[in-house]
């Protein structure tokens, strides 16, 4: 049986910042692609916690960062698609005098991407790319953690395929708790679990058929 190299493969299996341009495009009515809420569990691990630096990768058009920045954290969000994160700035219409937060937008490939701090709190939902790549993103991003910050992933499980709804198709680009796990580099694990989310309740995946979608969470901190 022929194999098919490495980087077609991928290219198969990811969208390119052009595609997803195109998909961010074709939805800037203002009301943007995805959720304005934050993610559910997201939010559920993030509240507690006091607000200091905190970085969104691949953050689409911006519902996780415009949360944290209204609940008083200076944001870095990270994304490749400049459509989106035109998307995301129109979205941001919160930042009043009452906003103690702030969100530095800034367009740029999160595979190469690198901090020039460390930050209190990574978040990534939602980011689905090959497993190696995905697994350097996330080795890389704990090693940008100050000491005490909180690393919260958060994408597609590959148990969606056969048990749940939505998401990408393709196993090459969905997640498994000991995928996320390995990947953490140097940090204590709290979680590395699937999630289930029930779409009748979840505002994740409005188009779904009402089955139940399973997600990976990843939730590490740095002592
Ligand atoms: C499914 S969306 C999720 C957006 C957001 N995190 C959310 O949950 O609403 C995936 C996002 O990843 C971005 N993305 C994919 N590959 C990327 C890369 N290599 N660098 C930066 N952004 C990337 C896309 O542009 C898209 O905005």
Do not use: C
């Amino acid at each position: 049986m022929s194999k098919e190299p490495a980087v077609r493969r991928l290219e198969r299996t990811t969208m390119d910042a052009q595609s997803w341009d195109e998909r961010y495009s074709a939805a800037r009515d203002g009301e943007g692609l995805w959720s304005a809420q934050p993610h559910a569990a997201l939010a559920q691990i993030v509240t507690p916690l006091a607000p200091g630096t905190a970085l969104d990768l691949a953050t689409g058009d911006g519902r996780n960062g415009i949360w944290l920045a209204e609940r008083g954290w200076q944001v870095t969000a990270v994304d490749f698609s400049a459509a989106g994160l035109a998307v995301a700035r129109t979205r941001d219409t919160g930042a009043g005098a009452q906003r103690t937060g702030s969100i530095d937008w800034q367009l740029a490939d999160v595979t190469r991407w690198n901090a020039a701090r460390a930050y209190d709190l990574i978040t990534m939902t939602y980011l689905q790319l090959a497993e190696q790549a995905i697994a350097e993103v996330i080795t890389r991003a704990s090693r940008w953690l100050a000491p005490g910050g909180t690393l919260v992933v958060i994408g597609h499980d590959r148990d969606n395929l056969t048990g749940g709804t939505g998401g990408p198709q393709d196993p090459a680009v969905l997640y498994t708790p000991d995928m996320l796990r390995a990947a953490a580099d140097g940090l204590r694990i709290l979680a590395a679990r699937q999630l289930t989310r029930n779409p009748a309740t979840d505002p994740e995946s409005p188009g779904d058929n009402g089955q139940s979608a399973i997600d990976t969470l990843l939730h590490a901190v740095k002592d």
